[in-house]
């Protein structure tokens, strides 16, 4: 935040449940300071979204990142989508346009921005998970003509979101070694404090295959431990974060900030934790 706060500080937040692990306040305040810009960012744990939505509007805040379990839910209180969203069928950012909600979605290009370099055309891509995130990086990998398939325990969920995007469906008792040339987890499995659990065994892995873990916390998760282990490529959570935090900020203040800096924030507040 630049300056002390007064009644022209405008207000961001993000909204979810949990939300304390969250690093999202570090990096928008920081960037808010480094710009100049009379904001702050705060962290909303709540209950139901749409109070959630509600408080947007009575208190003026001028945008909200919305994150577990809320991505899809929140769509319905919204004014205006994206059609990125829309075809996503998730939300995880809102703009407040002189009191019009617009919903948008910045992960699936998070998602996909540090995953180009691969060159995703025809690659086998499996996504572990069926959630928001999943929606997401599915539509990304479609885009860039991704050969998808989603990977779940719970079948029908699975098998709903690989009919969404004309994908393969998996159990994810059947993966089997080799078999995909990127891996993606969208699951918690691995988050902070569950920190030794994996979604997928190590030996099912092979130094050929790209491995991405979104789970940010900690940055380097047993998927991205087990992978790098095995000599895989890997992308670990920071770059997706980090990547649809600086297309949030964009959104918000039409600055385009540097990813680096961002990067520099985040680890130091990992950093600031150890300490």
């Avoid at 690659?123 to 050969?147: C, L, M, P, W």
């Avoid at 004309?166 to 987890?185: M, W």
């Avoid at 949030?248 to 385009?256: D, N, R």
């Amino acid at each position: 935040m630049a300056g002390k706060i007064n009644t022209n500080t405008q207000l961001y937040c993000i909204m979810g449940n949990p939300v304390g692990q969250s690093k999202s306040p570090a990096m928008h305040n920081a960037l808010f300071k480094n710009n100049q810009i009379n904001a702050v960012y705060l962290a909303f744990e709540i209950e139901n979204i749409s109070t959630g939505v509600k408080a947007i509007r009575d208190l003026n805040i001028k945008g909200a990142s919305i994150t577990i379990p809320f991505k899809k839910e929140v769509f319905q209180y919204l004014d205006d989508v994206d059609h990125h969203a829309k075809k996503i069928g998730a939300v995880n950012t809102i703009v407040n346009e002189k009191g019009k909600l617009k919903g948008y979605n910045t992960d699936w290009s998070g998602a996909i921005e540090p995953l180009k370099k691969y060159n995703i055309n025809n690659k086998k891509v499996g996504i572990i998970g069926a959630g928001g995130s999943a929606h997401a990086i599915a539509y990304g990998i479609k885009e860039q003509h991704g050969n998808l398939t989603i990977i779940n325990r719970d079948e029908k969920k699975g098998q709903n979101l690989a009919s969404q995007f004309d994908a393969k469906f998996l159990s994810l008792d059947k993966i089997e070694k080799g078999v995909f040339d990127i891996l993606i987890n969208t699951t918690p499995l691995g988050m902070h404090p569950d920190i030794n659990f994996s979604p997928i065994r190590k030996e099912l892995l092979t130094k050929e295959m790209v491995i991405m873990d979104i789970v940010y916390n900690p940055i380097e998760t047993k998927l991205i431990k087990d992978a790098k282990s095995v000599g895989c490529k890997t992308i670990d959570g920071l770059a997706m974060f980090v990547y649809q935090g600086a297309q949030q900020f964009k959104l918000w203040t039409g600055i385009e900030p540097s990813i680096e800096y961002i990067k520099k924030i985040v680890i130091k507040e990992f950093n600031n934790e150890k300490n």
